[in-house]
């Protein structure tokens, strides 16, 4: 295998198509099992919500109704990681159908496989997401941390709101780096297009 440039973009040029890598085998495997943790994970953050707002009907004691919110935004995060990553390895997903299709196809047509190498936007994608998923996780942890402190009286009221304006800073910066990871990705996917297109008027 050799590494080129055609077009503007880096190629690997071998005698058979090079299939998937491993990020786009990583979203093959993990897409599904993303999608099924968002689905538990929400309702249950509903759920959560529900016997919270009872509690504060109710007038359960303070400590109580602060360790709920806590557990409930932590649950609820999950899942938004979740949702994120599903969508993220679904990306990854169809990167590797276009990268081993358009093997596939090459390989039929002519002795000379020419696979697009890993642009830029591809290498953002991955970091993006890797540094989203963190920050999501880190504060849905923090959450659930909080809540145990607080219900065991070892964190006070105060304390436990002040963690949890810092953990909703952290959930922003957190969605915001996913949504612009997300963006790089269907970019990337923009520009596999444009790269088969032109690869398939060199063929024809």
């Known amino acids: 295998m050799t590494t080129t440039t055609s077009n503007d973009f880096a190629i690997d040029v071998s005698k058979k198509g090079l299939g998937y890598n491993k990020p786009q085998q990583m979203g093959r495997k993990l897409w599904g099992p993303m999608w099924v943790m968002a ?3 929400f309702p249950a953050a509903f759920i959560l919500g529900i ?5 504060v009907s109710s007038g359960e004691a303070e400590t109580t109704v602060a360790a709920l919110g806590h557990v409930t935004t932590g649950v609820m995060f999950i899942g ?8 993220s390895f679904a990306i990854a997903r169809i990167l590797g159908e276009f990268r081993k299709g358009g093997g596939e196809v090459q390989e039929l047509v002519t002795t000379e496989v020419r696979t697009l190498k890993m642009p830029p936007t591809a290498k953002i994608f991955i970091l993006g997401m890797a540094m989203g998923m963190m920050a999501l996780l880190i504060a849905s942890i923090a959450h659930l941390v909080v809540a145990a402190q607080v219900s065991s009286g070892s964190l006070s009221l105060a304390s436990a709101e002040t963690a949890a304006i810092t953990l909703e800073a952290v959930r922003r910066l957190g969605v915001a780096v996913y949504l612009v990871a997300i963006t790089f990705g269907l970019a990337t996917i923009i520009k596999v297009l444009r790269f088969q297109a032109i690869r398939l008027r060199e063929l024809a």
Do not use: L
């Open 51 to 55: 016997v919270r707002s009872n509690a």
């Open 80 to 87: 938004f990681t979740a949702v994120f990553a599903a969508i």
């Open 39 to 41: 689905i538990m994970a």
